[in-house]
């Protein structure tokens, strides 16, 4: 019914023999080379232009292919260190930033709400100075945005968001580099969400229009992403020309789409709401079934940690399932924002065709 898919390193070479192809035409080239992103921090990617995204994954993408398959050795970040700073726990943020600045000669430095207390018994604009004569970069899991706000204004330093309760910036670039290396192409795509309206949600709708990825949405009533960022949203699709639909009926947003995505229906911070989100949630489950209403090359996206209630094992353990891969593209894209925004590191392998 679908062709078969490539194992992950075929498809990552697949990737770098069309990426050869774009530079020999040098499409997009010049002004992916132009763009600064040293010293800037990332709260949400609705503050990067099409262009800063792209050269987000093309960073990322390269030192993948460096690092992993030509099993180079770059220490780009020796010398510097890195706050960690978690309210809320996590296995791949802080796997991710923790081995992969250790693998460019960084220095990883682990801190819970036990070690850190932020807000409590220090403000924010405390901690945010005295990390700023500390380390080179934060990267803070936190429950409030308005905390990372905080950090962002008072710090000298870089703060990335490692998820907030407004965006999850770092997930979806890991979500398109995944998305890149199996189609070899993001233009055109149409990525389909089926459940909550949330901060992964988000930081998709504040990025897909950018790509030229079409995106479709199905929440609960009640469970709609914040109408601000609905907004923007649909001023982004526009503005790129994509299409934007919004509704409550999940194999309407599966129709015709290549990519199926979900996520957790239960946060933390959520678990006295369980019984009624699952009451609210039924017949939202990825199966199968609502694949059948996708595209015949039609793939599946979740962030982790997987419940069954989101979608059963016949689809998150089939050959359609990029969740391992797109678990491990943590790694890669943590670290490539993290060498943008702290070198001048220039890219070896040849552009990505998006």
Same mark, same amino acid.
């Given at each position: %019914? ?29 002004? &992916? ?6 010293? +800037? ?27 992993? /398959? ?36 960084? /220095? ?13 018994? =220090? ?5 945010? +100075?005295v990390l700023s004569g500390l380390c080179d970069i934060v990267l ?9 706000? =905080?950090?962002?204004? =008072? ?26 290396? +199996? ?7 149409t990525v389909s969400w089926i459940g909550d309206g949330n901060n992964? &949600? /988000?930081?998709?709708? %504040? ?28 001023? &982004? ?8 639909v919004l509704t409550s009926d999940p194999m309407e947003a599966a /129709? ?19 019984? #009624? ?15 059948? %209403? ?14 069954? =209630? ?11 399932? &990029? ?6 593209? +943590? ?6 924002? %993290? ?13 990505? #065709?998006?």
């Amino acid at each position: %019914m679908f062709p078969r898919l490539l194992s992950v390193n075929t498809n990552v070479f697949k990737c770098l023999q069309s990426f050869q192809s774009c530079a020999a035409r040098g499409f997009g080239s010049a002004s &992916l080379d132009s763009v600064d992103l040293k010293g +800037r921090s990332c709260l949400t990617l609705k503050d990067f232009s099409s262009d800063e995204i792209k050269r987000l994954l093309w960073v990322s993408g390269d030192l993948k292919h460096r690092i992993k /398959h030509e099993k180079q050795y770059l220490p780009l970040l020796q010398g510097k260190s890195v706050a960690m700073i978690f309210e809320k726990r996590s296995t791949r943020t802080r796997m991710s930033t923790e081995t992969g600045f250790a693998l460019l000669g960084g /220095h990883p430095c682990f801190l819970t709400s036990q070690d850190i207390h932020l807000g409590v018994n =220090e403000s924010c604009t405390d901690t945010a +100075r005295v990390l700023s004569g500390l380390c080179d970069i934060v990267l803070a899991r936190v429950y409030s945005h308005s905390t990372l706000e =905080e950090l962002e204004k =008072e710090a000298s330093i870089p703060i990335i968001n490692g998820l907030s309760d407004l965006y999850h910036p770092i997930q979806i670039l890991a979500d398109f580099l995944t998305l890149q290396e +199996r189609y070899g192409s993001l233009t055109g795509l149409t990525v389909s969400w089926i459940g909550d309206g949330n901060n992964v &949600l /988000h930081s998709f709708m %504040m990025t897909a229009a950018k790509l030229g990825v079409h995106l479709r949405i199905a929440t609960p009533k009640g469970y709609e992403p914040e109408q601000s960022i609905i907004h923007e949203a649909q001023k &982004l699709s526009k503005q790129h020309g994509t299409q934007l639909v919004l509704t409550s009926d999940p194999m309407e947003a599966a /129709h015709g789409s290549n990519v199926l995505v979900t996520d957790t229906w239960v946060s933390m911070g959520q678990e006295d709401e369980k019984k #009624k989100r699952l009451k609210d949630f039924r017949g939202y489950q990825i199966t199968m079934q609502t694949g059948s %209403m996708a595209k015949p090359d039609w793939t599946f996206l979740h962030c982790l940690p997987r419940k069954m =209630e989101e979608v059963d094992d016949h689809v998150f353990y089939s050959s359609r399932s &990029l969740v391992f891969p797109e678990a491990e593209n +943590r790694k890669w894209t943590i670290m490539g924002l %993290m060498v943008s925004v702290l070198t001048d590191y220039a890219p070896q392998t040849p552009l990505m #065709k998006f």
